[in-house]
C-alpha cells in the first residue's frame, strides 16, 4: 500500500515518537491526497470527495508554510522526500 512506503521513510522510533509532528501529518495528508486523486479520476462527478480533497490540501499548505517558517532545513528535506513541489529554475 502507498500508506507504507511513505511511513517507512519515518524510522520506526520517531513514528512512536512524532506521530504529531508536522512530518508525519504533512506525510498522511500527502498520503491521502493520492489516493484522493486516483479515486476522483475514475470518478470525476463525485463532489463530496473533491471538497474534501481541497480542505487536505489546505490543511496540508498551512502545515508547510509553517514548517518553512519554522525550519528551512526540514521543509526542503521533507519536500525532496515526498516530491511534491517543482524545484524553481
Known sequence: MVKNSFISLISQEEKEENKGSVEFQVINFTNKI??????????KKDFIS??????ILGKRQRLLVYLSKK??????????QLDIRE???
Open 71 to 80: 525550519n528551512k532545513v526540514r521543509y526542503k528535506k521533507l519536500i525532496d
Open 87 to 89: 524545484p524553481k529554475i
Open 34 to 43: 493520492r489516493r484522493l486523486t486516483s479515486h476522483l479520476e475514475l470518478h
Open 50 to 55: 473533491q471538497r474534501g480533497l481541497r480542505k
